[in-house]
């Protein structure tokens, strides 16, 4: 038996085939990965003028101190300079950062503060996700496009268009993943992306 939320088809029957497991033997139990109607998602302007946007980050945390909150970044340093001005401005909130370039023991450190609920606004790159299962996360908040979302954005004439679509599609389906760690008790929970006008544009183009 597979349980999956995002797994595609070919994707299902490739593992299958590599396990050496006959299709008459296997069952697949799909989740729903993309409707989630207890989430309500947002776009909103990042504005760079003197981080501008940090502000509505705030603004977001205190609406939602009523449950815990996740907040990704596309890079390590982007994770670490939002998590000092976060540290900086809301002393009296327990926040802390992850990202794949700690050490173990810093990694291990944040993720049981954030199981044990000594955390409650996290600041992270996509290296944090796996294995969390929290059920009192109310808000995720995407900081900009994810990395490759804007380099698809920025070199999509010159990438192969078969690659391109693909690419695109698995970032889509990453950034669907991560906001769907909001909500997941059933209650209602809300999804923020930051996007620049700049990249906007492109995506939409």
């Known amino acids: ?32 990965a993309s409707h989630r109607p207890e989430i309500n ?13 940090i502000i509505d980050v705030i ?16 890079t390590h340093f982007i994770c670490e300079y939002l998590h000092n001005k976060l540290w900086e401005k809301l002393p009296n909130i327990s ?3 992850f990202h794949g370039g700690l050490r173990d023991d810093e990694r291990e450190t944040a993720i049981n503060n954030w199981k044990s609920n000594n955390t409650q606004v996290i ?14 996360i109310r808000a995720v908040i995407h900081i900009g496009a994810p990395m490759s979302i804007s380099m698809y954005a920025n070199y999509l004439l010159v990438i ?5 679509l693909y690419l695109f599609c698995a970032i889509i389906a990453n950034l669907i993943q991560e906001a769907g760690r909001a909500g997941r008790d059933g209650n209602t929970a809300t999804h923020f992306i930051f996007l620049v006008k ?5 995506i939409i183009l």
């Open 1 to 32: 038996m597979l349980l999956t939320a995002t797994c595609t088809r070919p994707e299902v029957d490739e593992i299958r085939k590599n396990l050496t497991i006959e299709e008459n033997n296997f069952v697949l139990v799909r989740d729903s």
């Open 41 to 53: 998602f947002n776009v909103r302007e990042r504005k760079e003028i003197k981080d501008q946007y």
């Open 59 to 74: 603004n977001i945390i205190n609406a939602h101190l009523h449950g815990h909150i996740i907040i990704y970044c596309a």
């Open 95 to 97: 926040i802390d950062y």
């Open 123 to 136: 600041v992270a790159t996509s290296a944090f996700g796996m294995g969390i299962n929290s059920n009192n």
């Open 160 to 164: 192969i268009i078969i690659f391109s």
């Open 198 to 202: 700049r990249i906007s544009v492109q």
